[in-house]
Every structure is written in structure tokens, then in C-alpha cells.
């Protein structure tokens, strides 16, 4: 497990994206999956917390919280940044959080992207297996307006795909979860549109 082109920039990555939200929209959008999962027990994981900065937002917001990444390097920055959180290398299939941690949530903002379309059900299926009916996740992703098939992209960083919401609820449904919200929003500052995808173990 290891992600080598995040280990490579992540000095840049930490220069020049020092903050975690760009858009107001995406704190509501947080702080809409926060009021859910405080109603839960157990931890709340934060898939691909890079940096660390959405892992210390939702401390701050009150969540026992633990952030998971592949890369070394990101995670330096993460234990520098907040050295009394919590941080496991780990990548979204949670293979390395022990079994007996309760899972009260998960979020995986801009990490699932880098995972290869054909292991996302895989992933999807392993987090169905630990959660208990009823918790939430969120997946924040660079979206596509194109219906089907995700698209690769350009990342500046490794290798990454655009899903349309549609197609992402729907391997979400095929996996044990279903959709309770979503926001798609865009803005000129980006390329392509944005999307936060609520849904709840069923
Ligand atoms: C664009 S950064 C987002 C960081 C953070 N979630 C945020 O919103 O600021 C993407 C992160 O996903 C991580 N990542 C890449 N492949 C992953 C995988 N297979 N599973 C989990 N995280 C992954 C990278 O190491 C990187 O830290």
C-alpha cells in the first residue's frame, strides 16, 4: 500500500493547499454528515485525510475522529499538523483498523477518485461488512456529467476518475448503501463539477 505520487508532492501539496474547504457550500455539506454521525458510537473515519485538516474539522465539531492515507508523506504532515490526532496508513479499504474499532461514520473526500473503478465496489463492500444499518458516509468526488462509465482525468498528482452521481449511487446501492442527499455544485474556479454524496448503511 503506498501512493507514491501524493509521498512525492506532499511538501507541495501542504504549500499550496494549506486550507481544507474552498467553497461554503462544502462546510454545510460537512457539517450536515457531522449531525448524523454524532448520533452514532464509534469512531468516525476519514478516508484519504491527507493533510489532516477535514480529520482536526470534525474533532473540533465534536467527533471522536481518526484520518487514514496511504502515503507516508501525507500523513508526516497530518501528525505535524495535529499531533494529538489520530492517523493510521491505511488505504480505503481499512484493512489495518483493527476489526474491533466501531465504525460511527465514514467520509472519503477526494480519495476515492484515486482508487481504480473496478476495486470501488470492492472497497464499498468491505466497509458494508464492518458498518451497522444506519451510518453514514460521505463521498465528496470531482464529478462528470457524462451518465456511465467513470472518466479518467488529468490529476496533477496520480491517477484519478470523474463519476457521475448517478453511477456512484448506484454501486453505492449495489453495495449495501443507499443515497440520502447529494449536492452538485460548480464554480469557475474549478474544471469540472463537484459532488457530496450522502448515504446510510441499509
Ligand atoms: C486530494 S487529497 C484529499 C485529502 C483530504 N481528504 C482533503 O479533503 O483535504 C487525496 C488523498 O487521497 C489519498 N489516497 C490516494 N489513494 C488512496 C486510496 N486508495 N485509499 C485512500 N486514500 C487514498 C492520497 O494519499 C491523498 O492524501
Redesign the pocket.
Known amino acids: 500500500?503506498t501512493?507514491e505520487?501524493?509521498d512525492a508532492m506532499a511538501d507541495l501539496?501542504a504549500t499550496t493547499?494549506p486550507t481544507?474547504y474552498q467553497l461554503s457550500i462544502e462546510l454545510h455539506a460537512v457539517a450536515a454528515f457531522v449531525e448524523l454521525a454524532v448520533e452514532c458510537d464509534g469512531v468516525t473515519v476519514?478516508?484519504?485525510?491527507?493533510?489532516g485538516?477535514?480529520t482536526a474539522d470534525l474533532v473540533a465539531r465534536g467527533l471522536d475522529a481518526i484520518g487514514?492515507?496511504?502515503?507516508a508523506g501525507?500523513l508526516g504532515h497530518a501528525r505535524r499538523n495535529y499531533p494529538d490526532l489520530h492517523f493510521l496508513e491505511?488505504?480505503?479499504?481499512l484493512t489495518r483498523l483493527p476489526g474491533d474499532v466501531g465504525i460511527a461514520a465514514i467520509i472519503?473526500?477526494?480519495?476515492?477518485?484515486?482508487?481504480e473503478p473496478a476495486q470501488v465496489a470492492g472497497v464499498l463492500e468491505l466497509w458494508s461488512d464492518r458498518l451497522t444499518k444506519g451510518t453514514p458516509v460521505l463521498i465528496?468526488f470531482q464529478a462528470s456529467d457524462e451518465p456511465g462509465t467513470p472518466i479518467s482525468f488529468d490529476h496533477a498528482?496520480?491517477p484519478a476518475w470523474r463519476w457521475h452521481p448517478d453511477e456512484f449511487s448506484r454501486i453505492l446501492g449495489d453495495h449495501g448503501f443507499a443515497e440520502e442527499w447529494r449536492i452538485v455544485y460548480r464554480d469557475s474556479s474549478y474544471r469540472f463539477p463537484m459532488a457530496y454524496l450522502l448515504a446510510r448503511r441499509t
Not at 476519514?46 to 493533510?51: F, K, R, S, W
Request: aromatic share 8%; net charge negative; proline share 3%.
Open positions: 500500500m501512493q505520487g501524493y501539496y493547499l481544507t476519514d478516508v484519504g485525510c491527507g493533510l485538516h477535514v487514514c492515507d496511504p502515503s501525507m491505511d488505504d480505503a479499504a472519503a473526500r477526494f480519495s476515492l477518485i484515486h482508487v465528496c498528482v496520480a
